[in-house]
């Protein structure tokens, strides 16, 4: 039973939630059922470890039917009872929260009651509660359009001979929150085609693009938004575009919730990365800011901690940019906001990175030797790294046996991708190829040539 699903939902719920389902179960509203009230009692008091040898069927059905011979059956129909319960008390969670919509639901009863007083108190409160909300992103629209769709319906009931305002308005939010959500899916779409190697059918959007210049959509916070990341995704009026979206989501900020903030700035932070790749320096300046903005406002972190490959990114892109001492002041401070796991391999391993940039190997050497190999990313930077210092210090015993040490844990390691392991071994191959200081410009042609290669930039610059 351990592995069963209502015990995997009941392990997700706090002490709070562990007693809000007891009195739920044990409402008459919900459940009738005696058998499955006394089985979630026994539940819950084993929680929140559930022990394996205490949630056993067998022990269960003992506990609770101590004088009758076991039946697997009952015990399922119980377990499966008991989920359906579970279910239905995660789904009024979330309807609460969801404050318009309960009002929607409200109004359509007294429509289908014909109380228009009590409607008209209702539509009020829901009016004030939709305009009271501090967000303005493709949500909003939606409960825009529900709510409009509630006042056509009334206004149908009446059978007034006159112009309904109420359908052009139900029309029109319905295209705000159409629009909004297409772009978002579409830009979403659009990033994925950069890193899988399979295009997506963006139906419709094409057509929408130029109807959507207009002010009136154009002044609609997230409408405004995805259009430019969808032009950026697409590499149309590139600079204009950034510049906008940089704006555009400083002044919308609290306007958006905190995921959908992360999921713009993670859109403007790839597409920067990728024109740096294209070679276009000009936006690691750009990224580095927007990275900054993006960790001062917490979108980079996860469950309270800073993503630790948002710390790697913004120590690497420190140490390009040549901030030795600013990179290194952002190690110190911000390593302290990784999850405690990830806190000595990744200070170790950038500050070992910062030293190497200064050309102290001695003091890099000794930072590596700190490092865990807690994720295997840390593992082929240690060798890598090592590799250039072997190299630049004329180590070349020590280069050598690297070298083929590292051919080997590079064959042996499952959990490295075909890609990422011929990455590497291109690097040792080059490397190799350097310490025989033979023809480097033919070699430097080669390494240019080479689609997947580690430390591109260092090879050609051992060539010289």
Known sequence: MEQSKIIQLLKTFSAKELREFQEFVHSPFYNKNEEIRRFYDYLKRLAPKFLVRKTDPQVVYQQLYPNQKYSDKKIKYLMSDTLKLAEQYIGLQEYQQEKNQQYCHVLKGYLNRNLDKHYQAIYRKAEQNLQAQTTRNTDFYYQQYLLADIAERHFEQKKLRVFNQRLQEVADYLDLFYVSKKLEHTCEMLEWQQVLAHDYDLKLVDSIIP??????????????????????????????????????????????????????????????????????????????????????????????????????????????????????????????????????????????????????????????????????????????????????????????????????????????????????????????????????????????????????????????
Not at 219 to 236: E, G, H, Q
Not at 349 to 360: E, I, K, M, Q
């Open 211 to 464: 109807q959507i210049q207009a002010p009136e959509y154009q002044n609609k916070p997230s409408i405004a938004i995805y259009t430019r990341i969808y032009f950026l995704l697409k590499n149309i009026e590139v600079n204009d575009n950034f510049e906008q979206l940089k704006d555009l989501l400083k002044d919308y900020f609290d306007l958006f919730t905190q995921s959908e903030m992360k999921q713009a700035h993670l859109a403007i932070i790839n597409f920067c990365m990728r024109q740096i790749r294209k070679g276009n320096s000009r936006f690691e300046q750009e990224l580095l800011e927007l990275y900054l903005f993006a960790i001062d406002k917490k979108l980079l972190f996860e469950n309270a901690y800073l993503s630790p490959w948002t710390f790697k990114n913004v120590v690497r892109l420190g140490l390009n940019m040549l901030r030795l001492d600013w990179t290194e002041t952002f190690i110190k401070t911000y390593h302290k906001e990784l999850e405690g796991h990830f806190q000595k391999d990744a200070y170790h391993f950038s500050l070992a990175d910062l030293n190497y940039r200064r050309r102290d190997y001695r003091k890099a050497q000794q930072h590596l030797n700190e490092v865990d190999f807690s994720d295997f990313s840390y593992s082929l930077g240690i060798r890598e790294m090592l590799a250039k210092i072997y190299y630049e210090t004329n180590e070349n015993e020590s280069l050598l046996s690297l070298i083929a040490s590292f051919k080997i844990y590079l064959k042996r390691n499952q959990l490295i991708s075909e890609k990422v392991q011929q990455t590497y071994e291109n690097f040792l191959y080059f490397l190799g190829q350097l310490l025989k200081k033979e023809q480097l410009q033919t070699l430097k042609d080669e390494i240019k040539a080479t689609n997947l290669l580690a430390s591109r930039t260092w090879l050609l610059e051992q060539c010289t």
